[in-house]
């Protein structure tokens, strides 16, 4: 390792040290179900979101035997407004293969846990790190923001996970194990609070005299077009409203109470067939529907 890289290092864990938020999941005494089941409901989701559900799910469901043991809809219904609701399914799908081919206990290794259902290479590697101290690379968005301005000198990562981030992630690993699990939740750390995507605090970076960005005079990004999500009037929105109606009911919907949520009929209509599609609702008879009833998983 070179001097340049250990200071590197020490800089970010030193920093790490004072400013990490204190959250239940990075606890020394979280298990590795918790670890999992954070890292599913973080993606695309805010941590003061993510805090309270996790608590609920981790006290109702503190093993994944437990979650396999209820009905697929009772993950949707307790996932509430987290949003991306087929992560609750995955979740109760993945507790179920654990439950079934592991002995109840999540695996550890990454090749193991991308054989999970919806475990995919970013969740695979966060919960190896991060729930076994294994020294792998985990490469989430605040991450790439990090390093595509620490190393490459731009202000925003590729649209996509590229290989050549992957190997500059894997780089700047530490190479002691316990120093690499901390390394990579304190890059996620720096990019959640410091490095952030559209104001960071440059002066308030442990690494700002080693940023290539800020070297290079912080050059606006000029790449394709970043482009927000939208919400009023989209399925999404429709897609929820119809979930939450569900979710409020202690059994199956009428069709006509559903026909109430939304105006469009051709939208509802159409939002209700994918929902019925992705697993997440259930036809009952002929004119009711509910959250799915168990062997629905997906």
Not at 104 to 122: D, F, K, N, S
Request: proline share 7%; net charge neutral; glycine share 8%.
């Amino acid at each position: 390792m070179t001097e340049q890289a250990d200071a590197l290092h020490r800089r970010v864990l030193e920093w790490y040290a004072r400013e990490q938020r204190d959250l239940p999941w990075r606890r020394p005494d979280a298990s590795p179900w918790g670890v999992l089941v954070s890292e599913v409901m973080l993606q695309q989701t805010p941590v003061v979101r993510v805090l309270p559900v996790w608590q609920e799910w981790l006290t109702r469901w503190p093993t994944p035997a437990d979650l396999a043991a209820e009905a697929p809809g009772e993950a949707v219904r307790a996932w509430g407004r987290l949003g991306y609701p087929r992560r609750a399914l995955r979740l109760h799908a993945a507790g179920t293969a654990i439950a079934e081919r592991h002995g109840g206990r999540v695996p550890g290794t990454v090749a193991e846990l991308r054989e999970l259902p919806g475990v995919g290479e970013y969740t695979a590697a966060a919960v190896a790190a991060f729930a076994f101290g294994r020294r792998v690379a985990v490469v989430d968005t605040n991450v790439r923001r990090v390093e595509a301005r620490l190393v490459t000198g731009v202000q925003h990562a590729a649209p996509s996970l590229t290989t050549a981030e992957r190997q500059v992630a894997e780089s700047l690993l530490p190479q002691s194990d316990s120093d690499a699990k901390v390394w990579n939740v304190a890059v996620m750390e720096l990019g959640a609070l410091v490095c952030t995507a559209r104001a960071p605090r440059c002066s308030d970076c442990p690494v700002e005299s080693s940023c290539a960005w800020v070297a290079n005079g912080r050059p606006a990004y000029v790449g394709p077009a970043r482009r927000g999500q939208a919400w009023a009037g989209t399925d999404r929105q429709v897609r929820g409203r119809l979930l939450q109606v569900l979710r409020e009911s202690d059994g199956p919907v009428p069709h006509d109470r559903l026909r109430e949520v939304w105006d469009d009929e051709v939208q509802r209509e159409r939002c209700l067939d994918g929902l019925v599609a992705d697993g997440l609702v259930e036809p009952v008879g002929e004119a009711e529907f509910s959250l799915p009833r168990a062997g629905r998983a997906r």
